[in-house]
């Protein structure tokens, strides 16, 4: 019994090594999509990343409010008036 899961376990380390080396090969393999030396692409990635942080604390805030609203309504008990 122990031999077969030498076998198996052997087995499946194989499989993972090779899979493994063909990630890390196809990954060295790969070209960057944008150019890495342009001022333009540097710029405008820049700019992204600048604008997606400046806009962080206002999503914060708008998601906490919403929450709060949602934590309110449902532990308040409705009002009923005859």
Do not use: C, D, W
Not at 29 to 57: D, H, K, Y
């Amino acid at each position: 019994m122990n031999f077969i899961i030498q076998i198996a376990l052997t087995f499946f380390l194989i499989q993972f090594l090779v899979v493994l080396t063909i990630m890390v090969v196809a990954l060295l393999i790969a070209q960057p999509e944008v150019p890495l030396l342009g001022l333009g692409s540097g710029r405008e990635a820049l700019a992204r990343s600048f604008t997606f942080v400046v806009g962080l604390p206002g999503r914060m805030l708008r998601a906490a409010a919403r929450l709060v609203r949602l934590v309110h309504a449902k532990l308040t008990s409705p009002a009923y008036h005859y």
